[in-house]
């Protein structure tokens, strides 16, 4: 919880792919992916799942499955407390059971979901008037905002986030910024805008020749130890670049002399570097 990761790095160099094997859409040729027992992952993809006859509100609240469950509990309790009316023992176990169901309805944010869908969508752009409209009106980039409306509202421990400011105007890039940087639980963000990266994310981890490479802080600062990083490199490089060269002129001097064993031993050590 907490890490906001910004996955960067090429075209073509692997970043969806990544994400794809996370939620097992793919399978890795070698290795294993571990994941934390019970995690909850949340992806965005560019083709999103919606079902065209619900109404743009009801879509983004249909993944709450289990806050619909617990409301669905909560009026079977109050149906039993009404026709358990005049047994004074039922009525009192009952009471005491719908009491501790409204508790957790409520620790569970389920008397204010419908308020923060409304708020989430309109933050994406949604006017109030677009909130009744069937989803099958809807175009793509429409379509993939109420996609990241769902997103944003599920009960998701991950988040993995393909682009997600591809689709969307300044007003609502920047309310995501602010939804995303105050965000709670954790997400893997790919991203191209080096701004909206320094905005929210507070880890930059970049795919480079295959490998993984991770930076504490956002994206100015994995540019600045990037470039201390490469500049360390290049020293270490020239020093052994002329360590092999001393080297291999102490070889061509000795191999055929006195110090032949010492010249061979250096050319193994040569061969091995």
Not at 107 to 126: D, K, M, N, Q
Not at 213 to 239: C, I, V
Request: hydrophobic fraction near 35%; proline fraction near 2%; charge should be negative.
């Amino acid at each position: 919880p907490g890490h906001h990761v910004g996955l960067i790095g090429a075209n073509g160099a692997g970043k969806t792919t990544i994400l794809k094997l996370i939620t097992s859409e793919l399978t890795p040729d070698s290795g294993d992916i571990s994941r934390q027992k019970g995690c909850r992952v949340g992806y965005l993809t560019q083709d999103p799942d919606l079902d065209p006859s619900c109404t743009v509100i009801d879509e983004a609240i249909r993944g709450l499955t289990a806050l619909h469950a617990m409301e669905k509990e909560l009026r079977t309790a109050e149906q039993a407390l009404e026709q358990a009316r005049g047994n004074d023992e039922e009525s009192e176990r009952l009471l005491a059971r719908y009491g501790r169901l409204q508790d957790t309805f409520e620790r569970a944010g389920g008397y204010t979901y419908h308020h923060r869908a409304e708020a989430v969508l309109h933050g994406l752009g949604f006017s109030e008037r677009d909130l009744t409209l069937p989803v099958q009106v809807l175009s793509g980039g429409q379509k993939t905002r109420l996609s990241l409306a769902k997103l944003l509202l599920g009960d998701s421990d991950l988040l993995l986030l393909d682009e997600p400011e591809s689709h969307l105007d300044m007003q609502a890039t920047e309310w995501l910024e602010k939804y995303l940087s105050e965000y709670r639980g954790a997400f893997l963000l790919v991203s191209h805008d080096r701004y909206f990266l320094d905005r929210t994310a507070n880890r930059i981890t970049e795919l480079e020749h295959h490998t993984l490479k991770n930076y504490t802080g956002n994206y100015s600062q994995h540019l600045k130890l990037k470039a201390e990083h490469l500049h360390l490199q290049s020293r270490q490089y020239e020093r052994q670049q002329a360590m092999i060269a001393q080297t291999e002129e102490f070889i061509r001097r000795n191999i055929a002399g006195q110090k032949t064993k010492q010249a061979q031993g250096r050319r193994k050590m040569l061969d091995r570097l």
